[in-house]
């Protein structure tokens, strides 16, 4: 449980032990707001690098263009060749990637990041690694870059897509464009920057991290050097950047949950109690969420104590995505409620102590800044800055990672440093004020109050910060009654975690997802009637979006386009059930099911093709060890564990595709397998998806007959593949051969771990029984 005590205030408020890690000195300390002056610091810095390199995120994209306006360098533009031109040209150098495993694996759906590509050798000197070591449901959030145990940088920004942006954030900015040309909105995030021996104690966090991970022993962390020869040695940090605040204590804070044996660390939530109940006048919150109940819970003390400080929160006006509106929406709304109530005792005069803003810009479709970072301050005594939201799973469940300062020293030093904390979190209000810094300043001090000089530096129809007021919607709160499923603060049972293979301890829970298919398709019925007889037809063209594939039927050649169509969507990672259902509709279930089996069986082929030329090596560098078990498993099974894993569609279909290719299957097995596990699904598919779109155009109770067959086919698929493998399964229990332990031990190793693609579905449905579901609706 979190320690409600107050600190000892003679020691100040960061404590090693208590709120943080270390309390380390820092030669120097800057705010980097925003992606563009982050990512260009970034750069100057890997440029430099003599020794080591250490990365560690929750995604990473090696596309990702650091400088979009052009490096007056000579080394690529794009991270990942930058990194492997680092280690070509620096002999000395290593480098140490290691991401979250799941985002990565994902990530397989837009690039190989350090995949074999033509024209450029692997270096053992550049190591990529993932790391799935943490409970099922949990993740990997930390944001950490050590350059030479020297300098490092801690925050919310990933090395990834979609990250760039200006502190002007104008809506039209033509550098703000994904690795596929494509352009995205604004968006909002920072990150901190040291230098001395906090870099080395962050140096030190990210080798735990590595070994832990499974990955062997990391370069040494090197020994202390004094003063003289540091002086040496060539500076890494970017000459055009001013440090903040030089000679200085910076506290580094973690969050990392119960596993393994091993005790968990919260020392970021008790980071935020401490600043809560610490706070005098201001309380100022950036964070993209805000939906934990421990910190609501804190702040509602202080709101309800007459003489309690100003609470200000800065957060995005709509959480991305609909499913994450319907979740993290529907428990911040609810939270914002619970605060406004805790201040409805004072009276009207209170209700100004407590208030939630967010960035508005004019011209924006939604009005309305991403805001991604993480960052709080506590009156002008404390800043922090990390990975860590204000949410339940950043408190307990993910790793994260911030840093903190606080005025410290003597007289004159503890003044240099409030001021520090005051500019760095006024230069965050004036740029979503669209003024200065100095203005914001100005303002406080002659109102008194955060949001007295907010309210005074408003301008319509200008940049500004908008007061919000998220409703709170009676039929997402009840669905949402438990944010245990949603944001969870502890590890959840992975009763219905399935293995790669559907091992023995994990086979039960088989049907149960089969019947989830039938209660799909079930609501897919529902759809169908509520798009006839309601407005819903009028909001989404079902026509248009099938106008296009359905051009195809009047082409030459039609069978050739769409086989390609088949081959070529598959090796771009597109889901093959979505491409199933579209040619049941365009085609209709006889067509449309020879068209897909035999698209299915070449992009199939060519897949296994990919992996065989790949090879097992490469394949591991991207997908981690436990690519072992499962070669193994396709080698021992051969056709039936083919047949068993593309019947339960548990994995993506051009991963196992590759990866049968780079373990020791026969291509004839492998063939076999895939026909005998694909062909029954796509026969339901098509005919399901025939008549559903027959069912919304013409409906009759034909079709609607026709589609309750195919539902009552799927049910009892679900209770034959249970009769299927019940008896394996007492036979195990009987004992007559008992499962070996150590498989066991391996089998629950090699257990996915939460497949979040990426981070806009940080905070989706997390609960067992939700976890393939909802990567499902995210693929269709």
Same mark, same amino acid.
């Given at each position: +449980? ?12 960061l ?36 020794r ?29 060749d ?8 620096r ?8 991401? %979250? ?10 690039? %190989? #990041? ?5 024209? &450029? ?28 145990? !020297? ?5 919310g ?5 979609? !990250? ?5 954030h ?12 494509r ?26 991290? %590595? ?9 040494? #962390? ?14 890494? %940090? ?42 005098r ?5 950036? /964070?993209q969420?805000?939906t934990?109940?421990?910190? @609501? ?5 202080r ?7 100003e609470?200000a ?29 805790? #201040?409805?005792?004072?009276?009207? @005069? ?7 803003y ?5 011209? =924006? ?12 301050? +506590? ?15 950043s ?6 990672? /911030? ?14 440093? &409030? &001021? $520090?904390?005051? =500019? ?14 100095? @203005? ?15 309210a ?28 245990? *499923? ?23 829970? *088989? ?12 609501? =897919? ?43 070529? $969507? ?5 889901p ?8 049941g ?28 030329w =790949? ?26 564990? +083919? ?16 990866? @049968? ?12 397998g ?88 940080y ?16 693929r269709?």
């Amino acid at each position: +449980m979190p320690d409600l005590v107050e600190p000892d205030a003679d020691r100040g408020l960061l404590q090693p032990g208590r709120n943080c890690w270390r309390l380390e000195q820092a030669d120097r300390f800057k705010l980097l707001i925003d992606a563009a002056e982050y990512f260009g610091a970034l750069r100057s810095a890997l440029l430099k690098a003599e020794r080591s390199v250490f990365i560690l995120g929750w995604d990473i994209d090696s596309r990702t263009v650091l400088v979009p306006d052009g490096a007056d360098d000579d080394f690529p533009p794009q991270l990942g060749d930058l990194l492997h031109a680092l280690v070509a040209r620096r002999p000395g150098l290593h480098i140490h990637v290691l991401n %979250w495993d799941y985002a990565m694996l994902y990530a397989l759906e837009r690039e %190989w #990041l350090m995949a074999k590509k033509p024209g &450029r050798e692997r270096n053992k000197r550049l190591r990529f690694h993932t790391d799935a070591r943490h409970p099922v449901g949990a993740s990997h959030h930390q944001k950490v870059v050590v350059i030479d145990d !020297r300098l490092a940088f801690v925050g919310g920004l990933d090395l990834t897509r979609c !990250r760039w942006d200006t502190p002007e954030h104008a809506v039209d900015n033509p550098l703000r464009r994904d690795p596929d040309d494509r352009p995205y909105a604004p968006f909002h995030d920072v990150q901190a920057m040291v230098e001395g021996d906090v870099a080395r104690a962050l140096g030190e966090l990210a080798r735990r991290r %590595w070994r832990q991970a499974g990955h062997g022993e990391p370069l040494q #962390l090197p020994d202390r050097i004094d003063d003289a020869s540091r002086s040496d040695r060539s500076p890494l %940090w970017p000459q055009d950047l001013e440090p903040d605040l030089t000679d200085l204590k910076v506290a580094i804070s973690r969050t990392e949950p119960d596993y393994e044996g091993r005790t968990g660390v919260f020392e970021v939530r008790q980071l935020y109690l401490d600043v809560i109940s610490g706070a005098r006048d201001f309380l100022f919150f950036e /964070n993209q969420y805000f939906t934990s109940n421990v910190l @609501a819970e804190a702040l509602g003390a202080r709101l309800r104590d007459a003489a309690g400080p100003e609470v200000a929160v800065v957060s995005p006006r709509t959480q991305s995505g609909w499913l994450e509106q319907a979740t993290m929406g529907a428990l911040r709304a609810r939270i914002h409620h619970r605060l406004k109530n805790a #201040l409805s005792v004072h009276g009207d @005069a209170a209700a100004a102590r407590y208030q939630m803003y967010c960035p508005r810009l004019p011209g =924006l479709d939604d009005e309305c800044l991403n805001v991604h970072s993480k960052v709080f301050a +506590m009156d002008d005594r404390l800043f922090s800055v990390g990975s860590a939201n204000m949410s339940n799973r950043s408190m307990a469940f993910d790793t994260e990672c /911030n840093l903190s300062i606080e005025v410290q020293g003597d007289a004159p030093k503890q003044d240099e440093i &409030r &001021r $520090a904390i005051a =500019l760095m979190r006024n230069r965050l209000l004036a740029e979503h004020l669209g003024t200065e810094p100095a @203005a914001v300043a100005e303002q406080i001090a002659v109102a008194g109050s955060l949001h007295g000089a907010i309210a005074a530096l408003r301008k319509e129809d200008e940049r500004e910060l908008a007061p919000m007021d998220p409703r709170l919607i009676p039929e997402l709160d009840i669905l949402t009654q438990d944010n245990a *499923v949603f944001d969870p603060e502890r590890p959840i049972s992975p009763d219905e975690v399935v293995d790669a293979y559907v091992p023995r301890s994990a086979r039960k829970p *088989v049907p149960r997802r089969m019947i989830g298919l039938g209660l799909l398709a079930l609501a =897919l019925v529902a759809f169908a009637l509520a798009w006839r007889f309601t407005p819903l037809r009028d909001w989404i063209n079902l026509s248009s979006l099938i106008a296009l594939a359905r051009s195809v039927d009047k082409m030459p050649f039609t069978p050739v386009i769409v086989i390609a169509a088949f081959v070529a $969507a598959g090796m771009l990672m597109v889901p093959i059930t979505v491409l199933i259902a579209v040619a049941g509709v365009v085609f209709g279930p006889i067509y449309g099911g020879l068209y897909a089996t035999a698209g299915v069986a070449l992009s199939a082929a060519l897949g296994f093709g990919l992996g065989q030329w =790949l090879g097992h090596d490469a394949l591991r560098q991207m997908l981690g060890p436990r690519i072992n078990n499962l070669s193994r498993r396709f080698a021992q099974r051969g056709i039936a564990a +083919m047949a068993v894993i593309r019947l339960l569609p548990i994995a993506p279909f051009t991963v196992v595709n590759v990866v @049968a290719g780079a373990s020791h299957l026969g291509l004839r097995d492998y063939m076999i397998g895939t026909l005998i596990g694909m062909v029954p699904g796509i026969v339901l598919t098509v005919i399901f998806s025939h008549n559903l779109a027959e069912a919304i155009r013409h409906p009759s109770p034909q079709t609607v007959l026709v589609l309750a067959l195919v539902t009552g086919a799927l049910m009892l698929m679900a209770f034959g593949l249970q009769k299927l493998l019940k008896p394996r399964d007492k036979k195990n229990r009987k004992g007559d051969q008992p499962i070996d332990r150590r498989e066991e031990r391996q089998l629950r190793r090699d257990e996915p771990k939460a497949d979040i693609k990426s981070e806009a579905h940080y905070q989706e449905l997390q609960a067992p029984s939700g976890r393939h579901a909802h990567v499902e609706a995210r693929r269709a």
